[in-house]
C-alpha cells in the first residue's frame, strides 16, 4: 500500500506549516544559570561514559551499577535497553565533538545490528531507533537505513489486526499483552513510512495508538501498565500492572511513556487528538498531589509508603524530555507551565542528588532509577535509559 507521491508531498508542507506555527507561539527566556549546568553536564556525562567504555564487555551493553556491591549488570544485544547507551554516545558526541564517542558508538552498533531480525519483542523501537535512529541523523548511510527499515519490518510481524496493537511479550496461546511502554515503538514506525513512501508502517502505528487510547487510559487519564486482550476477538481481557504498585496505580514511568508516546505522535501525524491525549496525561502528571516539589516522581504515584517511597530518575528524565517537545506544540500558557516544570526536573536532576560525581556510579551519568520494584531488580540504581533521556532532555532545553 504506498500512498501516492502528491498526497505525500502535500500532507507534509501542511504538517510542516503547522509544526511551524506550533514552535513559533512561545517566547521563553532560557535560564542562564541552567544553561551553564547544562554544558557542564555535557562534558561530566563525556567523562562518565568513557569510564563506562573502558568497563564494558567487548559483546555486551551496560545494564546497571549496584552501589551496594560496586558491581556492573552488563546485557546481550536482545535486551530492550540495548539502544540506550549507543544513543547516549551519539548525542554526547554531538554536544562535545569528541571522536572517541563516536568511535565507541560504531562499534557497539556493530554488535547490535543483529537485533534488525528479532521479532520476539516490541522493543525494537527503543533497541534500534534510539541507536541506529541517532547515528543515521548525524550521518546518514544507505546500511544503517536498511538496518532501520528491517527494524520497522521486524516489529511489524508483531501487530495483530483484530487486537489492532503491536504485540508486546509473549504468552500463552490466546492472550495478547500490551503495555504502554509499546508507544515508544512508534518513532520507529513514522520514520519508515517517511522513507520508504509505504504507508502501512504508518497506519500500524496510529491503530496502535488509537486502540491505546481506547483502552489503556482511565478516567482520569493515568495508564494500565499491561492490557490482556483477546488475540482472537480483540476483547481485553484484563487490565493490569507488572512494574507498578497495584493494577490500579499510575506507575510512574508507564506515565512517563505514554507522554512521550503521545507528543510523538501528534508530531507525527498533527492530528489534534493526540495533542490532548498528551495534554491529559501531563495534567495527570503535574497536577498529581504525590509529585514531589523537586518534580522527581515516586516510582508509583500511588507507591506504598509516600512520601518515603523511592524517586525514580529516569521516570523524571523522560517526563523532562516530553515536557519539552509538547511546549512546542501546545498553547502558551501551558506551555511555559511544561517548560518551567521541565527546568526544575532538570535542575533537581544535574544536582548532587540525582548526578553521579566523576568516577563513580559506575561511569553512569544519574543515580537512584528503579527498573522492576515487583521483581525486585533494578532499585536505587543507574538506568541507561535514565541518561538517555536526561541527556536528550538537556539537549532539548538547551536547542528550545
Ligand atoms: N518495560 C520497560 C520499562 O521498564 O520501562
Same mark, same amino acid.
Given at each position: 500500500m504506498t500512498m501516492r507521491p502528491f498526497i505525500w508531498a502535500i500532507s507534509l508542507i501542511f504538517s510542516l506549516a503547522i509544526s511551524c506555527s506550533a514552535q513559533k507561539k512561545v517566547i521563553y527566556k532560557k535560564d542562564k544559570g541552567l544553561l551553564r549546568v547544562i554544558e557542564t553536564d555535557f562534558k561530566d556525562a563525556a567523562g562518565? $561514559? +568513557?569510564?563506562?567504555?573502558?568497563?564494558?564487555?567487548?559483546? &555486551?551493553?551496560?545494564? @546497571? !551499577?549496584?552501589?551496594s556491591t560496586e558491581k556492573y549488570e552488563f546485557s546481550s544485544s536482545e535486551w530492550w535497553c540495548s539502544g540506550f547507551y549507543p544513543g547516549t554516545l551519539l548525542y554526547l558526541y554531538e554536544q562535545t565533538k569528541d571522536p572517541s564517542l563516536y568511535t565507541?558508538?560504531?562499534? /557497539?552498533?556493530?554488535?547490535?545490528?543483529?537485533? &534488525?531480525? %528479532?521479532?520476539?519483542?516490541? =522493543?525494537?523501537?527503543?533497541?534500534?531507533?534510539?541507536?541506529? #535512529?541517532?547515528?543515521?541523523? /548525524?550521518?546518514?548511510?544507505?546500511?544503517y537505513k536498511d538496518i532501520l527499515l528491517t527494524s520497522a519490518k521486524s516489529l511489524c510481524t508483531r501487530f495483530n489486526? +483484530?487486537? #489492532?496493537?503491536?504485540? *508486546? !511479550?509473549?504468552? +500463552?496461546?490466546?492472550d495478547f499483552l500490551v503495555i504502554i511502554d509499546n508507544m515508544m515503538n512508534l518513532e520507529l514506525l513514522f520514520w519508515a513510512t517517511k522513507v520508504s513512501g509505504d504507508s502501512s508502517f504508518? &497506519?500500524?502505528?496510529?491503530?496502535?495508538?488509537? @486502540?491505546?487510547?481506547? %483502552?489503556?487510559?482511565?478516567? =482520569?487519564?493515568? *495508564? $494500565?501498565?499491561?492490557? %490482556? $486482550?483477546?488475540?482472537e476477538t480483540g476483547v481485553v481481557k484484563q487490565k493490569r500492572t507488572a512494574q507498578g504498585a497495584a493494577d490500579g496505580s499510575a506507575w510512574a514511568r508507564g506515565q512517563a511513556w505514554g507522554l512521550y508516546g503521545f507528543t510523538v505522535m501528534y508530531r507525527e501525524t498533527k492530528d489534534p487528538v493526540y495533542l490532548e491525549q498528551a495534554n491529559q496525561i501531563a495534567r495527570f502528571i503535574l497536577d498529581h498531589p504525590n509529585l514531589p516539589a523537586d518534580k522527581i516522581p515516586y516510582w508509583d504515584f500511588n507507591a506504598p509508603g509516600i512520601p518515603d517511597a523511592l524517586r525514580d530518575a529516569s521516570a523524571a528524565s523522560i517526563m523532562a524530555s516530553a515536557l519539552?517537545?509538547? *511546549? #512546542?506544540y501546545a498553547d502558551s500558557k501551558v506551555s511555559k507551565e511544561y517548560i518551567v516544570i521541565a527546568e526544575k526536573m532538570l535542575k533537581t536532576l544535574s544536582g548532587t542528588a540525582y548526578k553521579a560525581a566523576a568516577g563513580t556510579n559506575g561511569g553512569f551519568i544519574l543515580q537512584h532509577g528503579v527498573g522492576h520494584m515487583?521483581?525486585? @531488580?533494578?532499585? =536505587?540504581?543507574?538506568? @541507561?535509559?535514565? =541518561?538517555?533521556?536526561?541527556?536528550?532532555?538537556? /539537549?532539548?532545553?538547551?536547542?528550545?
Open positions: 562518565q $561514559y +568513557k569510564m563506562l567504555a573502558k568497563n564494558l564487555p567487548v559483546d &555486551k551493553f551496560p545494564k @546497571t !551499577w549496584f552501589p565507541e558508538a560504531e562499534r /557497539i552498533l556493530k554488535v547490535l545490528e543483529k537485533e &534488525k531480525n %528479532n521479532t520476539s519483542t516490541h =522493543d525494537l523501537g527503543f533497541m534500534m531507533f534510539c541507536s541506529f #535512529g541517532n547515528a543515521n541523523r /548525524i550521518a546518514a548511510k544507505p546500511e489486526p +483484530k487486537v #489492532g496493537c503491536i504485540r *508486546s !511479550w509473549d504468552s +500463552k496461546a490466546g504508518y &497506519k500500524i502505528a496510529v491503530t496502535h495508538a488509537n @486502540t491505546t487510547i481506547k %483502552n489503556h487510559f482511565r478516567p =482520569d487519564h493515568s *495508564s $494500565y501498565h499491561v492490557l %490482556n $486482550y483477546d488475540a519539552l517537545e509538547l *511546549s #512546542g515487583p521483581n525486585k @531488580t533494578e532499585i =536505587d540504581v543507574p538506568l @541507561t535509559y535514565g =541518561d538517555y533521556y536526561f541527556i536528550e532532555a538537556l /539537549i532539548r532545553y538547551k536547542n528550545l
